[in-house]
């Protein structure tokens, strides 16, 4: 299975995203397609056997939409090219103004000149028409567009636009027409028909639709905004060091391997491991943590980071595409591609929107025609059908709000996949946790020791020097402590493990163990005094370590896993969303019961394989909205059967493509921020769709004149225009309001 993401040009409604959709649909071979309209992009998966990227832009294209493959590049930003150029506004809107002093100046009580009395009233209506024919000839793109898409028989907007103006247009002509005839023969029926011309109308119509879609699009890239910060972080330039000496590069040229050199403000390029230097990182923009970190030789760096303080001299690990930050980039760019399960409904409704409201606008005309009082009337009454209708407010309800939330959070440190994720962790009723990674730091660390003698020298000497050897997870920890207290490692020879028991080796020729009393015990040792401090650890959940060198016991050392500092609020935080918290672990249930205590969990499963978190994951997923939380390599299956799954940003590569989410930062707190910011997003995407859903419900009738009869109310086109730039306008603003989603500091509860 193969996946491409193709630009896709010319898209200007739902309508038109709906006919693409379709139309790729239909080929051979495609398992998924999805087409935001927004991005102006199209997302394939297909069997390689039976498609290729070829065969697929020249569907699109033969169906009116220009369309090409979208190749990775380094990551820069460009800014969206909008068709609602300056000067196509400027001259629509004077063009338009002018027009309007000539067909409506003397109703406001303007002057006007005098040679357009009398038989000027042709020459008015000359003008009028003249200026009219310049705006929709500037505005050409949506009569070309809207003829088009009638031929392919997949109306749109630009058919809804086209219909309207170019009626208005039409009856205007015809109307001038008569003017002309009449104007020797009958002026007073000339002077009467110049209160039915159109031009105005036809003028206003696409004038007030590119007002709208000016500032539509200006506010649809504010959109992408965080995208575009993300992308700007990267430096379009870098030094680095070659043969000893600087040397200043394009970013996009640096190769694995590379030193390069950040100075106090810059920005990493690249993912890299720090070989000289020491200096605090901001990474607030990637993780959302605005605590600066500090970092030195062996620690690892991500692209996009910012050097606050201190040279960093850093050997390049991932480069172009494979760094984080355009990992980054290309998750939030595709879940804003995604649709939400929610989007469906108003996808279906798009396909036959615009057919539907050509025959409305019909049957209105026919209505009027029939009992109306005049042509006039049920002209104004059909355009005002075919403008109103707005089905750009359908299309844009749900992927500007995706885009927005996915960049949000993004900026956050939460990284969402798709837009079905970003729906689904909002219904979240429980978030299984699994701990060593997770709840926890991950590594342990020595948390206690009792020497028996009070020779901790001794203890930590020989405890050492034996860890030294092997390949424990607690070996770490027992170094660390021993460096910290600055103790060094005895020399041992010697050496053997013996698995799931201890350790043994010669020191100065004198036999010494490290393991379990049990372990000291089978080789002759007693081991009851180890025994006893262990007994007074009982219900801590730390593991211990007993040493023994030349026949005796020296002491006992503790270790366990640090709880992370953000659980307890993250796991608090969870509750007051009403999300049931529960462990999953592998460890054993004291240390498991111990975590519990102390982060506030009231559920746990101990002792679990992998195939035991499956199982676990499986039954509550079959009833319940599962969010499953993991790091590991043996989570995966897990991950993989929640209902939705976040895997910690510091974890396995395997727990990252498997899950649907990242956690760039690996704080447990943005698994909170994930399901509000879900929540955030869907009650934004359901306002969207109200509103869209309203606008037409409501303005199509009054605009058809249903109101008419009782209250003489009637919608002229230009108001109808208006109105129809305005919700779209309206969908776009309230989706930017999710910009400013946890800005505010959260309570802890």
Same mark, same amino acid.
């Given at each position: 299975?193969?996946?491409?993401?193709?630009?896709?040009?010319?898209?200007?409604?739902?309508?038109?995203?709906?006919?693409?959709?379709?139309?790729?649909?239909?080929?051979?071979?495609?398992?998924?397609?999805?087409?935001?309209?927004?991005?102006?992009?199209?997302?394939?998966?297909?069997?390689?056997?039976?498609?290729?990227?070829e065969k697929i832009c020249e569907a699109v294209t033969a169906a009116g939409y220009p369309t090409k493959v979208m190749e990775n590049r380094p990551l820069t930003y460009e800014e969206p090219k909008s068709e609602y150029t300056a000067a196509r506004l400027i001259s629509s809107i004077l063009?338009?103004?002018?027009?309007?002093?000539?067909?409506?100046?003397?109703?406001?009580?303007?002057?006007?000149?005098?040679?357009?009395?009398?038989?000027?009233?042709?020459?008015?209506?000359?003008?009028?028409?003249?200026?009219?024919?310049?705006?929709?000839?500037?505005?050409?793109?949506?009569?070309?567009?809207?003829?088009?898409?009638?031929?392919?028989?997949?109306?749109?907007?630009?058919?809804?636009?086209?219909?309207?103006?170019?009626?208005?247009?039409?009856?205007?002509?015809?109307?001038?027409?008569?003017?002309?005839?009449?104007?020797?023969?009958?002026?007073?029926?000339?002077?009467?028909?110049?209160?039915?011309?159109?031009?105005?109308?036809?003028?206003? &119509?696409?004038?007030?639709?590119?007002?709208?879609?000016?500032?539509?699009?200006?506010?649809?890239?504010?959109?992408?905004?965080?995208?575009?910060?993300?992308?700007?972080?990267?430096?379009?330039?870098?030094?680095?060091?070659?043969?000893?000496?600087?040397?200043?590069?394009?970013?996009?040229?640096?190769?694995?391997?590379?030193?390069?050199?950040?100075?106090?403000?810059?920005?990493?390029?690249?993912?890299?491991?720090?070989?000289?230097?020491?200096?605090?990182?901001?990474?607030?923009?990637?993780?959302?943590?605005?605590?600066?970190?500090?970092?030195?030789?062996?620690?690892?760096?991500?692209?996009?980071?910012?050097?606050? +303080?201190?040279?960093?001299?850093?050997?390049?690990?991932?480069?172009?595409?494979?760094?984080?930050?355009?990992?980054?980039?290309?998750?939030?760019?595709?879940?804003?591609?995604?649709?939400?399960?929610?989007?469906?409904?108003?996808?279906?409704?798009?396909?036959?929107?615009?057919?539907?409201?050509?025959?409305?606008?019909?049957?209105?005309?026919?209505?009027?025609?029939?009992?109306?009082?005049?042509?006039?009337?049920?002209?104004?009454?059909?355009?005002?059908?075919?403008?109103?209708?707005?089905?750009?407010?359908?299309?844009?309800?749900?992927?500007?709000?995706?885009?927005?939330?996915?960049?949000?959070?993004?900026?956050?440190?939460?990284?969402?996949?798709?837009?079905?994720?970003?729906?689904?962790?909002?219904?979240?009723?429980?978030?299984?946790?699994?701990?060593?990674?997770?709840?926890?730091?991950?590594?342990?660390?020595?948390?206690?020791?009792?020497?028996?003698?009070?020779?901790?020298?001794?203890?930590?000497?020989?405890?050492?020097?034996?860890?030294?050897?092997?390949?424990?997870?607690?070996?770490?920890?027992?170094?660390?402590?021993?460096?910290?207290?600055?103790?060094?490692?005895?020399?041992?020879?010697?050496?053997?493990?013996?698995?799931?028991? +201890?350790?043994?080796?010669? &020191?100065?020729?004198?036999?010494?163990?490290?393991?379990?009393?049990?372990?000291?015990?089978?080789?002759?040792?007693?081991?009851?005094?180890?025994?006893?401090?262990?007994?007074?650890?009982?219900?801590?959940?730390?593991?211990?370590?007993?040493?023994?060198?030349?026949?005796?016991?020296?002491?006992?050392?503790?270790?366990?896993?640090?709880?992370?500092?953000?659980?307890?609020?993250?796991?608090?935080?969870?509750?007051?969303?009403?999300?049931?918290?529960?462990?999953?672990?592998?460890?054993?249930?004291?240390?498991?019961?111990?975590?519990?205590?102390?982060?506030?969990?009231?559920?746990?499963?101990?002792?679990?394989?992998?195939?035991?978190?499956?199982?676990?994951?499986?039954?509550?997923?079959?009833?319940?909205?599962?969010?499953?939380? +993991?790091?590991?390599?043996?989570?995966?299956?897990?991950?993989?059967?929640?209902?939705?799954?976040?895997?910690?940003?510091?974890?396995?590569?395997?727990?990252?493509?498997?899950?649907?989410?990242?956690?760039?930062?690996?704080?447990?707190?943005?698994?909170?921020?994930?399901?509000?910011?879900?929540?955030?997003?869907?009650?934004?995407?359901?306002?969207?769709?109200?509103?869209?859903?309203?606008?037409?419900?409501? +303005?199509?009738?009054?605009?058809?004149?249903?109101?008419?009869?009782?209250?003489?109310?009637?919608?002229?086109?230009?108001?109808?225009?208006?109105?129809?730039?305005?919700?779209?306008?309206?969908?776009?603003?309230?989706?930017?309001?999710?910009?400013?989603?946890?800005?505010?500091?959260?309570?802890?509860?």
């Amino acid at each position: 299975m193969t996946k491409k993401r193709f630009k896709v040009s010319d898209m200007a409604c739902s309508a038109c995203s709906a006919a693409v959709e379709r139309c790729v649909r239909t080929l051979s071979g495609v398992e998924e397609v999805s087409v935001s309209l927004l991005a102006g992009e199209m997302s394939v998966s297909y069997e390689e056997d039976a498609l290729n990227e070829e065969k697929i832009c020249e569907a699109v294209t033969a169906a009116g939409y220009p369309t090409k493959v979208m190749e990775n590049r380094p990551l820069t930003y460009e800014e969206p090219k909008s068709e609602y150029t300056a000067a196509r506004l400027i001259s629509s809107i004077l063009l338009t103004v002018i027009l309007m002093y000539f067909s409506m100046g003397h109703m406001l009580g303007i002057p006007m000149p005098a040679f357009l009395s009398g038989h000027g009233i042709v020459i008015s209506a000359g003008i009028q028409m003249v200026l009219a024919a310049a705006v929709m000839i500037i505005n050409r793109k949506y009569f070309t567009g809207g003829v088009a898409a009638i031929i392919r028989r997949a109306p749109n907007m630009d058919t809804l636009i086209s219909i309207g103006a170019g009626a208005s247009f039409l009856y205007g002509l015809a109307t001038f027409v008569l003017i002309v005839l009449n104007i020797d023969t009958d002026p007073e029926a000339a002077h009467a028909y110049m209160e039915n011309l159109y031009f105005e109308s036809a003028a206003m &119509i696409p004038t007030l639709i590119t007002v709208g879609k000016s500032l539509e699009a200006r506010a649809r890239r504010k959109t992408t905004g965080a995208v575009k910060m993300l992308m700007e972080l990267a430096p379009a330039e870098s030094v680095i060091l070659e043969n000893g000496e600087e040397k200043t590069i394009p970013t996009a040229e640096i190769k694995v391997g590379d030193i390069v050199v950040i100075r106090p403000g810059g920005t990493a390029p690249v993912d890299a491991e720090i070989v000289y230097g020491e200096a605090s990182v901001d990474e607030s923009s990637l993780t959302g943590e605005s605590i600066p970190v500090l970092k030195s030789v062996g620690d690892s760096i991500i692209s996009g980071s910012i050097v606050t +303080g201190g040279v960093l001299h850093v050997r390049a690990e991932k480069v172009g595409e494979d760094t984080t930050l355009s990992q980054i980039v290309r998750l939030v760019s595709d879940a804003g591609a995604t649709k939400a399960p929610v989007a469906r409904l108003a996808d279906k409704i798009s396909g036959i929107f615009v057919p539907i409201v050509i025959g409305l606008s019909l049957l209105t005309l026919a209505v009027w025609l029939i009992f109306g009082d005049s042509t006039e009337h049920a002209i104004r009454c059909a355009v005002s059908v075919l403008v109103i209708s707005c089905p750009c407010a359908l299309g844009l309800a749900t992927p500007v709000a995706i885009t927005v939330g996915t960049g949000r959070g993004a900026s956050l440190g939460v990284l969402i996949k798709t837009g079905e994720a970003l729906e689904t962790l909002g219904r979240a009723e429980y978030v299984l946790l699994d701990k060593t990674g997770t709840i926890t730091d991950g590594t342990p660390s020595v948390s206690d020791f009792a020497a028996t003698g009070g020779d901790e020298k001794m203890l930590f000497s020989v405890a050492a020097g034996l860890e030294k050897s092997s390949e424990h997870p607690l070996s770490g920890a027992v170094i660390a402590k021993a460096e910290e207290l600055n103790i060094a490692p005895a020399a041992v020879d010697d050496f053997k493990s013996f698995a799931g028991r +201890g350790i043994s080796g010669s &020191i100065d020729g004198k036999p010494a163990y490290v393991g379990k009393p049990n372990f000291l015990t089978e080789n002759g040792i007693d081991a009851t005094e180890a025994e006893r401090i262990i007994l007074s650890h009982k219900d801590t959940g730390e593991t211990a370590i007993a040493v023994a060198y030349d026949g005796k016991t020296v002491g006992v050392i503790f270790a366990a896993d640090k709880i992370k500092s953000d659980s307890r609020e993250a796991i608090s935080r969870l509750k007051a969303l009403g999300c049931k918290v529960m462990m999953l672990t592998g460890d054993s249930e004291s240390a498991a019961q111990t975590v519990a205590k102390e982060t506030g969990i009231e559920e746990i499963r101990a002792g679990l394989l992998p195939t035991g978190k499956e199982r676990e994951i499986r039954e509550l997923s079959a009833e319940h909205v599962t969010v499953m939380v +993991g790091d590991g390599i043996n989570d995966a299956p897990a991950l993989a059967l929640a209902s939705t799954s976040i895997a910690i940003g510091a974890g396995t590569e395997i727990a990252k493509e498997t899950a649907d989410c990242v956690l760039v930062g690996g704080r447990l707190s943005s698994v909170a921020d994930a399901i509000e910011l879900s929540r955030a997003v869907m009650k934004n995407i359901k306002e969207n769709l109200f509103w869209a859903f309203f606008y037409n419900v409501l +303005g199509i009738p009054v605009a058809a004149g249903v109101l008419y009869p009782a209250f003489e109310l009637l919608l002229n086109p230009m108001i109808a225009a208006a109105a129809m730039s305005v919700s779209s306008l309206f969908v776009v603003c309230n989706a930017l309001r999710l910009t400013f989603f946890g800005r505010k500091k959260k309570k802890t509860v």
